[in-house]
């Protein structure tokens, strides 16, 4: 089997230029984490705002921290503090607390928004009619700055079948870049995962969020 480091390394080594690699390290331990780090990776992605804590006074800040989890209200305090960039802001009242928190750390937020592209009524992300407008009101918001979007996209057994949730993803990314709005730059499109991020890359992603190509299967 092999190791993380030759993991990384292989995919760093196969990822086009311009496309950044994020290790989504969800129940991953810090020593595992930093074995990552060691063979080159620069950004960390967290599920949870606990693991994040276990690990982060470990590690500290020689990587990017990415939020790519679920926003809880109660929660934000502490992942504005922790991280670099949330990946996952879905509505108004998320960004309102997001601003909020951020403003008190004197601090400008980096996000990400997120676009539930298969329409999924379990799951969160914007519904990509609701985007465009939703980035216009956030980027009213002083403490938060707008870099891109983020898509799950359903589950589904054959990664090809992503293609359109990506491609529609990738859309509202040039359309909303095309704006120019006040507090929005957007640099990032994070889309793909260990099954699926060579199709996404193929429909205009950036940032990919891998991990079990990382790191080996989850543990329980």
Known sequence: MSSISDNVKRILAELPEGVQLEAAAKTRT???IKEAIEAGVKIIGENYLQEAEKVFPEIGRIVRW???GSLQRRKIKKIVRIFDMIETVSSM?????????????NKIMPVL?????GKEPQKSGVMPEDCENLVRRISTLPNIKIE?????????????????????TKELFD????????NVEMKYLSMGMSSSYKVAISEGANL???????????KK
């Open 148 to 168: 891109g979007l983020m898509t799950m996209g359903p589950l589904v057994d054959d990664p090809e079948k992503l293609r359109p949730y990506f491609k529609l």
């Open 208 to 218: 990919v969020r891998i991990g079990t190509l990382i790191f080996g299967p989850r």
């Open 66 to 68: 990415h939020y790519i």
């Open 93 to 105: 009242e998320f960004a309102d607390e997001i601003n909020k928190r951020a403003g008190q750390l």
């Open 30 to 32: 810090a020593s595992e």
């Open 113 to 117: 928004i997120e676009v539930n592209s």
């Open 175 to 182: 359309r909303i870049k095309e704006l120019e709005l006040p």
